[in-house]
Structures are given as structure tokens and as C-alpha cells.
């Protein structure tokens, strides 16, 4: 609240202006003057020709509906946008990428791996509320020339990409959020591609 909660004293005729700010998980409902609702507005301006009481409402936020979660780059080339159902409308991610994203969802966050608008370098990235659009991007050490891949165990988190020699290599996620990449190294696998790779899941 701005000003926060308590009682105020102003002068007669004056106009005071009130904002709202729900905490994490909550949504601004109604104000309420003397009991009665005065807007829904998180902002309200109130004349003070009289002593007022003044009351901000809050609701809990409910999660989106979930049943399939799409992942897609814009006909620009370049946006990201998800929806979390398949009625639900999209929702621009924060970043960019010239290919199509890889995603995974696990403990409640998702997961993706992009390559940046100069083709080559690898970023990966973590949305901690669905229904958001701000992505948590960190760079990952190294290149690659195509559309990286992940894969998960439900635990565990692998990026696996193309290498400029065509080898395959793959880099085991972890630290906090698995965003951190310090803990481990580019591990390089049998065989060569000159393709995309594409990853399901790995079973335990």
C-alpha cells in the first residue's frame, strides 16, 4: 500500500491518492469507503471532506488451467510465446531465439534452451510461475550452430547440442533452479549430426 497501512491525517477539501500492491499470489479486488465499494481500480483518489475509512480487498490469484503446455517462435522470427492449455491465450517470454525453443516442465517451472540472434550462442532459461512471462536466461559456455535440445529425468536436466566440429556433446544441468552450469562440463557423445537434435525423456 502507498501510503502504507495505518491512519492519516489531512486537510479538509484536500484529495488523497491511495495505490494498491498485492503480495506474491494475491490480486487487487475492490476498495471498499465506508463499507461500501468505492472501484476496482488498484489506484483511487479520495476527497477529504470528512473523516473516511478506507479499505483495500485482495483475492488469492488461481493458478491457469493446465493440460498441455506449447511452446512456439513468433512468425517474426525471433519472439517466444507459450500457452500452458490448449485454450488458454499465448504469452510472450522475455528473450528471443531464430529457432524454434526446446522445453521441458519440471517441479513446476519450465525449462528452455535457445540459441541467441547471432545463431551461435546457447542460452538457457527458467520461468518460475506459469502465467508469467519473465524468463530467468543464463549463458551457457560454448556454441553451437543449431537448435539445442533437452532432456529430463524428472530430476536431472541435459542439454545436448551440436558442436562446430558436428560432434553431439551434452551438459548436465544442476545448482540452484538448475541454472547454474558450474558443476559440470561438456561431455562429448559417440557419433556426429549435421542436423538438429531433438530429446524426449530419459528414463530412470
Known amino acids: 500500500m502507498n ?22 499470489g494475491y490480486v487487487f479486488d475492490r476498495w471498499e469507503l465506508e463499507g461500501q465499494v468505492a472501484g476496482t481500480s488498484p489506484t483511487i483518489t479520495v476527497l477529504m471532506d470528512k473523516p473516511h475509512s478506507l479499505v483495500a480487498v485482495f483475492k488469492q490469484q488461481k493458478a491457469p488451467p493446465m493440460d498441455i503446455i506449447t511452446v512456439v517462435r513468433a512468425m517474426d522470427y525471433k519472439s517466444i510465446y507459450y500457452r500452458a492449455c490448449l485454450k488458454c491465450d499465448y504469452i510472450k517470454l522475455t528473450g528471443s531465439t531464430p529457432e524454434a525453443p526446446p ?13 541467441d540472434m547471432d545463431g551461435k550462442t546457447i542460452y538457457f532459461g527458467r520461468l518460475d510461475s506459469i502465467g508469467s512471462g519473465n524468463v530467468v536466461w543464463q549463458r551457457v ?23 562446430g566440429d558436428n560432434r553431439i556433446y551434452t551438459l548436465l544441468l544442476l545448482g540452484s533452479g538448475g541454472l547454474s552450469t558450474s558443476a559440470g562440463a561438456w561431455i562429448k557423445i559417440s557419433g556426429s549430426t549435421l542436423s538438429q537434435i531433438a530429446l524426449a525423456q530419459i528414463l530412470p
Open 3 to 24: 501510503p502504507s497501512l495505518g491512519s492519516y491525517y489531512y486537510d479538509a477539501g484536500s484529495q488523497v491518492t491511495i495505490t494498491a500492491s498485492p503480495a506474491q
Open 141 to 163: 559456455s560454448g556454441y553451437t550452430p543449431s537448435r539445442p535440445a533437452l532432456a529430463t529425468d524428472s530430476s536431472r536436466l541435459y542439454l545436448v547440442v551440436r558442436g
Open 103 to 115: 522445453a521441458v516442465y519440471v517441479g513446476g517451472k519450465l525449462y528452455l534452451a535457445v540459441i
